[in-house]
């Protein structure tokens, strides 16, 4: 009888175990997501080298690609590297409908437009390689900043010698004349003579307000 009576209570503590892992689970694809630039793009099981950008606007993938590569039937993205055990798969729908904005972020971030054609690639669903799969909705998600997006990366790359030392600080990573190309809740983006490196927030901040005020700390800290 008191099992029974215990069993709402039980079924409630399970769904909040289930949707704080799912949250994590989406956190961690956020953050994989972010924290490279580059992965294995495959069409129909043939794999190409593949640079992106997350679309700040829409939180799809910016990528420059091949022709024929819109003939595909199916398209993975492996993140970091088709390995084995790679932590990220994403399936994508490959579209040419694309911003110049979103074309201009890309080179913001690579310099180069290593393919002819400009693409979106937008989620239809991610796979973890724990075992985890999130739908579009949950990971394919316009940046919480996108108001404050420029004014932000320009706040970051008025003291380009305190943005170098900050890196060295959070990322362990020295980067010479860096410059700050994006940034959203969970950190952001520093271009440097061999890439983008990603420098996290200690923290997750909430909105562009702490942003600021994290910075000014972090900057402060280091001048």
């Given at each position: 009888m008191c099992d029974e009576l215990n069993q709402p209570s039980r079924d409630r503590l399970n769904d909040q175990i289930r949707d704080e892992d799912q949250q994590l689970a989406i956190e961690r694809v956020h953050r994989l997501l972010h924290t490279y630039t580059e992965g294995t793009l495959l069409v129909d099981a043939l794999p190409y080298d593949q640079f992106y950008m997350i679309d700040p606007r829409t939180g799809a993938l910016v990528m420059s690609i091949e022709e024929d590569m819109l003939?595909?039937?199916d398209i993975v993205l492996v993140v970091p590297q088709d390995l084995f055990r790679a932590p990220l798969r994403l399936s994508l729908e490959l579209s040419t409908s694309i911003e110049e904005e979103a074309c201009d972020r890309y080179l913001a971030y690579h310099q180069n437009q290593h393919n002819p054609i400009w693409a979106h690639g937008y989620i239809n669903f991610a796979k973890l390689d724990s075992g985890e799969v999130l739908n579009q909705h949950e990971v394919q998600r316009p940046n919480e900043f996108i108001s404050e997006h420029s004014g932000l990366c320009r706040k970051l790359n008025n003291d380009r010698k305190a943005l170098r030392e900050v890196c060295k600080l959070l990322?362990?990573?020295?980067?010479?004349?860096?410059?700050?190309?994006?940034i959203d809740p969970l950190g952001f983006d520093v271009r440097g003579p061999f890439g983008v490196v990603r420098v996290e927030f200690p923290?997750?901040?909430t909105d562009a307000r702490q942003a600021?005020?994290?910075?000014a700390a972090l900057f402060g800290g280091v001048s």
């Open positions: 003939d595909g039937q990322s362990k990573t020295d980067i010479e004349e860096p410059t700050a190309v994006g923290a997750r901040v600021e005020e994290v910075l």
